[in-house]
């Protein structure tokens, strides 16, 4: 919006001028003379409604649409007010000029009045994009100024205007002012990223025409508008991204403090097998074998990190490797996370457990989860994050911090959940809520058969924990209430030091999976259809499997993955 300056007194400069403007002069008496000069002030109205005056408040700047620069004039005609918005031009007695302007929307005006001559007006039906109105007048003997101005109609929607141009000779009255270094823009920010792009946006300059976009310090992209994206970028790196604004008086300083942006890890997520076993893996020593990711047993497909921690933050967390387990240095054990999911397994981070809980009830909490959920998965190379908080959820901010991590994520992320069995039993209760939210992102529910006692099935018979029958009628109760069989598995202890009680034999588990998926080795509940896309079955712990010579993944895993 701002016009291109070169000295006036020169013939090139002022048909530079109009060039720049994107001014077409027509229909003058005669060809435009050296001092031909832009008589309009703030002809772009990048200082706002300055030196214009419009009816009944109906006329404002609008930073959308803009031809150029930053602003335009937006009017709204109302009732009898046809939003007419106006200003006084100086003018040369006995002089031709040609009055136009850019304009878009609905019945578009524009005239001069008090000529000296004969007022001229002309105006267009209006469009979607910008169009030039152009007309041409001569003014009187003892004309001085003249009124320019523009007006919507009855009745009619919003109009806009920008690069006002009354061009002719120098009326005296300075002309548009000469531009000046626009200032640094304000509120960059950058959207979600990608392995190799950032989405970057900003908030308008007053005065800009063009923006550029710098990273780590160097020049890398300019722009009109008030968005970039910046690619050909490294995954799993980090960025520091400043913009600065520009136009024909020079560019500003770049905004500061830059911004600091990581690239995503390059999208080699594995896909989760169609029947697959989960197996959480302890980040500390609880008497059970200390592993390394490296050892884990290759039966399992989901390796759940347990677990994350909380922050004084309400939903933040962090994590923090126990010095238990053996590792030299925390890029030791981002290495085993990489060579598991290079060999097609899936390795998340679980949030909560037993002693653990992270309070998600608002949303600035859930919004921090989300936030540093996916610090964590950019960080670790977690590919998926495992919801196992057993201390009381609110279903609806959680799926909120859900949704939000999922965004960030992209359509791989693995979402798993370890609800105890009580928080199963019906479909009002949070975690079968959260389940249900979040259907369409969600992996798997592992629902935690043991510590239980004795439970409801789905035929509404008590159960006893620790049998075929207590497995296949509890996990009727999600299959029956609007979880796809895909997104369900048996979750049970590795050995009876797993839990306080309800452990099972590898083979009952088996059995239980036979009745569900095949309608065999059924108890005495039998269901009435079977589910073959059952998705398999989750155990606490590894570790503790491994302290029993992975006696439960050795005969669980190869069972499932003969699921049909």
């Known amino acids: 919006m701002v016009f291109d300056r070169r000295p006036r007194r020169w013939l090139g400069g002022a048909l530079a001028l109009a060039v720049g403007a994107g001014l077409t002069v027509l229909g003058t008496a005669g060809p435009a003379q050296a001092a031909d000069i832009n ?119 919003a109009y806009f205007v920008d690069d006002v141009s009354v061009f002719g000779p120098d009326g005296g009255g300075g002309g548009e002012e000469p531009p000046v270094v626009p200032p640094v823009p304000t509120g960059l920010a950058a959207g979600t990223p990608t392995a190799t792009t950032v989405p970057l946006n900003w908030t308008a300059s007053a005065g800009a025409t063009q923006y550029h976009v710098y990273r780590n310090g160097a020049k890398v992209q300019s722009t009109s508008a008030t968005s970039a994206t910046v690619t050909g970028l490294t995954p799993d790196t980090s960025y520091q991204f400043a913009v600065s604004a520009a136009n024909a008086a020079g560019e500003s300083a770049a905004s500061t403090p830059p911004i600091t942006v990581r690239t995503r890890i390059e999208d080699t997520n594995p896909t989760v097998p169609r029947h697959a076993v989960t197996g959480y893996w302890q980040n500390f020593n609880n008497g059970a074998t200390v592993q390394k990711l490296r050892d884990v047993s290759p039966n399992y497909d989901i390796i759940a990190v347990a677990f994350a921690d909380a922050t004084t933050t309400p939903g933040e967390l962090t994590f923090n490797l126990s010095p238990a387990l053996g590792y030299a240095n925390v890029a030791e054990f981002k290495s ?25 009830n608002s949303d600035a909490s859930a919004t921090a989860f989300a936030n540093s959920a996916y610090a964590l998965m950019q960080e670790y190379g977690f590919n998926g994050v495992d919801v196992d908080l057993e201390h009381g959820i609110n279903s609806t901010y959680l799926t909120k911090a859900l949704r939000q991590l999922s965004a960030k994520a992209g ?72 979880l796809d069989p895909s997104q369900i598995g048996i979750g049970v202890p590795a050995s009876p030091r797993g839990a306080g009680g309800g452990y099972v034999s590898p ?26 896309a059952l998705r398999g079955a989750m155990t606490w712990s590894i570790n503790w499997d491994a302290h029993s010579g992975n006696a439960w993944s050795n005969v669980v895993g190869p069972h499932v993955r003969g699921l049909p």
């Open 39 to 157: 008589n309009a002030k703030n002809p772009g109205f990048e200082t706002g409604l300055a030196n214009w005056t419009c009816t009944g408040g109906n006329g404002a700047t609008t930073s959308t649409p803009v031809r150029t620069g930053a602003a335009a004039l937006k009017g709204t005609p109302a009732g009898s007010d046809i939003a007419r918005c106006s200003q006084t031009v100086a003018v040369k007695p006995n002089s031709s000029y040609t009055l136009s302007a850019h304009v878009q929307g609905s019945f578009v005006y524009l005239g001069a009045s008090g000529t000296g001559t004969t007022d001229v007006s002309t105006w267009s039906p209006g469009g979607t994009g910008w169009s030039q109105l152009s007309t041409s007048f001569r003014t009187g003997a003892s004309t001085t100024s003249v009124t320019v101005y523009t007006h919507g109609w009855y009745g009619q929607s």
């Open 336 to 360: 085993d996370i990489a060579a598991k999911r290079a060999a097609g397994k899936s390795v998340i981070i679980s949030v909560g457990g037993e002693i653990g809980n992270v309070t998600i």
């Open 411 to 482: 359509p791989r992320m693995v979402l798993t959940m370890a609800p105890q069995t009580l928080d199963m039993q019906s479909t009002g209760t949070e975690y079968f809520k959260l389940a249900l939210a979040v259907k369409d992102i969600l992996t798997v529910v592992n629902t935690q058969y043991y510590n239980s006692g004795a439970m409801l099935g789905c035929d509404g018979k008590v159960y006893s924990q620790g049998s075929v029958d207590f497995l296949t009628a509890l996990t009727c109760i999600q299959l029956q209430g609007g």
């Open 507 to 532: 083979s009952t588990v088996t059995a239980a999976l036979d009745c569900l998926a095949r309608g065999t080795n059924c108890g005495t509940f039998r269901p009435a259809q079977t589910y073959p």
